[in-house]
């Protein structure tokens, strides 16, 4: 064999932008699809875990069946991403979904064809959800490393925009999951096994350019987050004291260890800390939208939960539309006057449902649909703009970074909110003139409306320094 037949034979395709692109397109379908499948389900366990709970005989413990598999959603989101900088994609998204379909058989065989048992559903749960988002990290991982900067806004937006559609599926379905068995929701993501082939075919086997991986990091982080976590669901002190000790054992050994995932250096980053404090601001208020709409229709106009889903799925509808655009838009308008905009059609959408409590539960529909809009829109450009402040080899980390911040910041703002909203705060009077539970939702929903706006305004201040070179 010649010297130059060698060379052809050994290169890897992945390190030419050409080829590891379109290899990227090919991935990223059966990964999108594959997290698409997994969310769905998700949906319809959070939407009939009290009819599961009251099946196996622990309805009391049924919220067992969506906190814990929550927990570890938003811990291996980050441990996920950032593995994609140090382990195979391709390895890394055989276990995944492996992991996924072990669940999927688990949960269904034995729940379905033995006696049903509330752990035996925790742990498929768990094992789902571990599966399933190694697909959703592998997605953005490849995306932000391999794709050309003209498709990646039109990967994210497809990302976000598949999310959207397995919630207003999930939304749309509510009426109906009580008559289905609902083992069979097990069952819905395990076909992705047939992309197995397919992936190994076109995901990248490199290890990355991290040396080796920091298991003793990796732990210490994802214990301090499950506890952090767990405080927000259980407002436990112990359990807070717990995290924060833990995150300061994190921040000890990374500045000692000698191979830390990530060192201090990369916190250092101040294009990246303005940047992260978007995704904090504007996902603050992200899982607010549902419940408050769901809690005006039932207790200011005496709407059924089936009926308030039958509006806001058009909400969902909306914001998927408007992620499958995200990319036309961006590519359109820019990235930093579409971030701008998603921020403000969020914050006119609450602030709108907010002064519009009492003008029909369309109108509300209609202001729903605004603030979806922004979140349908906002994902790709606060996701490009903030990968975009790392280098590649640490764009993993970034992923990992922004949905750990993604899935505690929405949890936090859905604690906060869902407290003052089960307490009826703010209900003795409100801009609009009503008293009592209308008003309490009225502030609330302008209260939460300028939260987005807050992130505007702090955007507009520091978007020079975020994109400068």
Not at 169 to 183: D, E, K, N, P, Y
Request: hydrophobic share 55%; charged share 5%; glycine share 10%.
């Amino acid at each position: 064999m010649s010297r130059n037949e060698a060379t052809t034979t050994t290169a890897d395709p992945w390190s030419d932008p050409e080829t590891s692109n379109a290899m990227a397109v090919k991935a990223l379908i059966p990964l999108l699809i594959t997290f698409i499948l997994g969310t769905l389900c998700l949906q319809g366990f959070n939407l009939v875990f009290t009819q599961v709970g009251e099946d196996v005989g622990a309805p009391a413990q049924a919220s067992l069946i969506t906190a814990l598999p929550g927990i570890v959603l938003g811990i291996v989101c980050f441990i996920y991403g950032s593995l994609g900088d140090f382990v195979s994609l391709k390895k890394l998204v055989v276990v995944g979904l492996i992991t996924l379909f072990v669940g999927s058989l688990f949960g269904f065989v034995a729940n379905f064809m033995f006696a049903a048992n509330l752990w035996t559903v925790i742990i498929a749960r768990v094992l789902q959800t571990a599966g399933e988002q190694v697909a959703g990290s592998a997605f953005l991982v490849v995306a932000s490393k391999y794709l050309k900067p003209s498709l990646k806004v039109v990967f994210f937006g497809l990302f976000t925009a598949g999310y959207q559609i397995s919630a207003s599926i999930g939304v749309f379905a509510a009426g109906m999951l009580s008559s289905i068995a609902w083992q069979y929701l097990f069952l819905i993501p395990s076909v992705t096994i047939l992309f197995l082939p397919l992936l190994l075919k076109n995901l990248p086997d490199k290890q990355g350019n991290g040396e080796k991986v920091d298991w003793i990091g990796f732990t210490l982080v994802g214990f301090a987050v499950a506890f952090l976590t767990l405080y927000f669901s259980y407002t436990a002190i112990w359990m807070l004291v717990v995290a924060a000790v833990l995150f300061v054992a994190f921040a000890v050994y990374i500045s000692k260890a000698a191979h830390p995932f990530v060192t201090p250096a990369f916190f250092r980053n101040t294009r990246w800390i303005s940047a992260i404090a978007l995704i904090l601001v504007f996902y603050f208020v992200n899982y607010f939208a549902s419940p408050v709409f769901n809690a005006i229709g039932a207790n200011v106009y005496g709407m059924t939960t089936s009926q308030v889903s039958m509006h806001i799925v058009f909400a969902f509808l909306v914001a998927a539309a408007f992620g499958i655009c995200s990319g036309a838009i961006v590519g359109r308008i820019g990235v930093q006057p579409a971030l701008a905009t998603a921020g403000t059609l969020m914050a006119v959408g609450f602030i709108g449902a907010g002064l519009s409590v009492k003008s029909g539960f369309v109108v509300l529909t209609l202001f729903a649909c605004v603030f979806y809009a922004g979140c349908g829109l906002l994902y790709s450009p606060v996701v490009s703009t903030v990968l975009g402040t790392l280098p590649q080899d640490e764009s993993g980390r970034g992923v990992g970074m922004n949905d750990l911040v993604m899935n505690v910041t929405a949890s936090i703002g859905i604690a906060v909110f869902g407290g003052l909203m089960g307490g009826q705060a703010f209900s003795g009077g409100s801009l609009i003139g009503a008293t009592g539970a209308a008003a309490s939702y009225s502030n609330l929903l302008i209260i939460a409306g300028c939260v987005p706006l807050v992130g505007v305004i702090y955007y507009l201040i520091v978007r020079k320094h975020i994109y400068a070179k």
